[in-house]
């Protein structure tokens, strides 16, 4: 049993002592003591199904024996010298990276962060082909960096000390939220093709990149029409730009389809970063890419001291190892298609469910007060997000307005988990719209 300090202690202690810039989700903030697969416990020793995996970080279960064990090894053998002497697992590792990847990308560069993959990779592209303006998509996230919060297309995560040059916004392919009113397939796709006046208006007519997530994460599972990326992918080029994917969450076959979630578009990137579910729960990010554009980081000197540390290689190849050996892919098309399945019987029943979205367990609930005029729910969100804790049932939102359930368990949870789920947030719909 826990025998640490209290919540009450804790809330009190980071009161005093922590910057109040640490966000908690929940108006009684939850702790977690303990955690294995797709479980965790508070403090009393109750049971939460965790639903949104550490923010869709616990990629393989929370404290996976085989990861543990691997990990355990190593912190008892060796735990830091820096990148400066050799050591087998950064290679190993990535090595295994490069054997997921698509043909031709197989440099990585180790980091210990999403937003510090990103850099990297706004760096490389910027190096790669001399040009500074890069484009992004509205209601993306990238990081909290100066350049990844610039990327960062919500209002609500800028701060107005930080606006980052050289970065543009286009429309994402978001339907349901369609900026033009229009419907699929009769827009012709008039949100992807927009990226060709943002190049023509707002820069020297040549860039250096575009990033996108194939699925926006914190955007709210936002998943674009089939031809979406193509079209993007294909006018970025034209106009001298290299592409990449931000795989950050929707990577490790989370997507149940494929590994890597822009292969449901299919379009090759040029670069893909990495971070959270690449090591389950440990820091860790990466930036892979061809050798050519790779070659780009030799012209200065950068260095990264804790970036492709034995601890954080050696979680990370374990991570690999086990998505495999567990045919965690194919659960998450399994029990991620059954739960898509009986999220829109839920829909059928609750006029509260707007739009259920994404692929495998990468799943997006908006939730609005109209169908009609589908005004975002933001409240309601709120509530539910309370309501489905009491019921032991951890999910996130997002969006810009809040107003999307976002559902992303360890990619282990089983088929009564999903049930499970779906049973209480029906419960909830009721209670909190009856
Ligand atoms: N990219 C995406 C798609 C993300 O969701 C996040 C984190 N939410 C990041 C990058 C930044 O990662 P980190 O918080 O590890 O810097």
Request: hydrophobic share 35%; glycine share 10%; net charge negative.
């Amino acid at each position: 049993a826990y025998a640490g300090p209290s919540r009450d202690e804790v809330i009190a202690l980071r009161k005093q002592y922590v910057s109040p810039g640490v966000i908690t989700y929940y108006r009684e903030p939850l702790m977690v003591v303990e955690g294995h697969m797709q479980y965790v416990w508070d403090e009393t020793g109750k049971r939460y199904l965790d639903a949104f995996a550490g923010i869709v970080t616990v990629s393989v279960g929370h404290c996976h024996p085989k990861v543990v064990e691997k990990v355990r090894a190593q912190t008892g053998e060796l735990q830091h010298t820096t990148t400066i002497y050799l050591h087998p697992a950064l290679p190993q590792f990535a090595e295994a990276l490069a054997a997921k990847m698509p043909e031709g990308l197989s440099r990585s560069y180790f980091t210990n962060s999403g937003s510090e993959a990103n850099e990297i990779a706004i760096l490389s592209a910027r190096e790669y082909t001399g040009n500074t303006d890069v484009i992004a998509l509205r209601n993306c996230y990238h990081g909290g960096t100066a350049t990844t919060m610039g990327l960062t297309a919500h209002g609500t995560w800028k701060f107005k000390a930080n606006q980052a040059p050289g970065i543009h916004h286009t429309h994402a392919g978001y339907c349901y939220r369609c900026p033009y009113g229009l419907e699929y397939p009769s827009c012709d796709l008039k949100c992807a093709r927009d990226i060709e006046d943002v190049i023509k208006y707002q820069t020297p007519g040549e860039v250096a990149c575009f990033i996108g997530e194939p699925i926006q994460g914190v955007g709210g599972a936002v998943t674009p029409p089939k031809e979406y990326f193509q079209i993007v992918y294909d006018i970025v080029r034209r106009y001298g730009g290299i592409c990449i994917a931000d795989e950050v969450q929707g990577g490790f076959g989370r997507t149940g389809t494929h590994y890597w979630s822009h292969q449901n578009w299919d379009v090759v990137p040029d670069a893909i970063t990495m971070a959270k579910g690449i090591g389950n729960g440990i820091p860790l990010g990466a930036f892979t890419t061809t050798e050519a554009i790779s070659e780009v980081m030799t012209r200065r000197v950068h260095f990264n001291t804790y970036g492709g540390n034995p601890i954080s290689m050696t979680q990370g190849l374990a991570t690999l190892e086990v998505i495999d050996e567990d045919g965690l892919q194919q659960n998450s098309l399994e029990v991620g298609g059954h739960l898509k399945d009986r999220l829109h019987e839920l829909a059928d029943k609750h006029s509260a469910i707007g739009e259920v979205r994404g692929l495998g367990l990468m799943l997006g609930v908006e939730l609005v007060t109209n169908r009609q005029t589908r005004e975002p729910a933001t409240q309601l969100a709120a509530d539910v997000l309370e309501a489905m804790k009491l019921r032991n049932v951890l999910v996130g939102k997002g969006g810009l307005h809040g107003n999307t359930l976002r559902i992303k368990p360890p990619m282990c949870i089983t088929k009564d988990d999903a049930d499970y789920l779906v049973a209480m947030l029906d419960e909830c719909l009721r209670d909190l719209t009856g």
